[in-house]
């Protein structure tokens, strides 16, 4: 069953109290993702479409893999450190989402992430965040120095430790089953930064197909100081069976020299 056939999607974003809008999604099946830019001025939107636009083909593939999805990472890696060059500065992006693949012979969701946008499972009433940021402030969790209520109003709550454009680049991925009534939301900060889960949860719980709609309104109800963007899908037919195993696979670390810089680009990609 070609990952195109049995998914669906739709996508929200604003610019919020922002003069200019650096957020990018796509929600063409099978790819759900949201991209949120970096560097001032254009390069922060540059960098974020560049992103987008490097998984547009993959909505034309009759079945995609997780190696085609690993490609479309390496892509927007070079495309987003050509938009620096470019500009003449730092440019970077988050990446996050999930997008629909065949893998020894089932359908998957494969969750990717870079930076501190999010992807939330709703199931039962309730919506759980998948991913973990790469951010200072998670950090600072993970070693127990702060709590989650220290780090929402932390000064480096918006430090960023991962992006796509970095010199170095590492992203998270794997596979999640596919379960019919399950929903699965992308969100950028402007959006995680203000909505807790169970706000996320009640807003989805009431919608339709304008669910990303809803999620994007009640943010700016909420007063995010930031863009804002949500991307929800869900499966409209397929079903990962019961005891399927997304192995053999595994991450590895690629290192690549440019021809024309002294410049290593470490890059985790799929077996």
């Known amino acids: 069953m070609a990952p195109s056939s049995w998914s669906m999607g739709f996508g929200a974003t604003d610019a919020g109290p922002r003069s ?4 990018s ?39 995609v893999t997780p190696q085609d999805v690993a490609s479309a990472v390496e892509s ?4 987003v450190v050509e938009v620096a060059r470019r500009v003449g500065g730092h440019s ?13 012979g089932e359908p998957w969701w494969m969750v990717i992430n870079v930076g501190d946008s999010r992807v ?7 919506a759980t965040q998948l991913t973990v940021d790469h951010s200072h402030v998670q950090e600072l969790m993970d070693a127990g120095e702060i709590t989650p209520a220290q780090a929402a ?4 709550r918006n430090v960023v430790t991962r992006a796509i454009g970095d010199g170095d680049l590492a992203f998270d991925a794997w596979l999640l089953p596919v379960r019919l009534g399950e929903r699965i939301i992308v969100a950028s900060d402007g959006l995680s930064k203000v909505l807790s889960d169970a706000r996320i949860g009640e807003v989805v719980d009431f919608a339709g197909d304008d669910a990303a709609q809803r999620l ?23 079903h990962t069976r019961e005891g399927a195993d997304p192995y053999p696979w595994r991450l590895w670390t690629e290192e690549r020299r440019d021809d024309d810089t002294t410049e290593t680009t470490r890059v985790r990609v799929w077996a």
């Open 76 to 79: 927007a890696q070079r495309d």
């Open 92 to 104: 970077g992006s988050t990446l996050t989402g999930v997008i629909g693949v065949q893998h020894n």
């Open 25 to 63: 999604f796509c929600a063409a099946p099978p790819v759900y993702i949201v991209a949120d830019g970096m560097g001032g001025h254009a390069a922060g939107g540059e960098a974020s479409s560049a992103v987008v636009n490097a998984f547009v083909p993959l909505a034309s593939m009759p079945v």
């Open 216 to 238: 994007v309104g009640a943010a700016l109800l909420a007063h995010t100081s930031d863009n804002v963007t949500a991307v929800v899908t869900e499966s409209v037919s397929a």
């Open 120 to 126: 939330y499972r709703y199931a039962d009433g309730v």
């Open 20 to 23: 200019r809008n650096e957020d």
């Open 153 to 156: 109003v932390h000064p480096d």
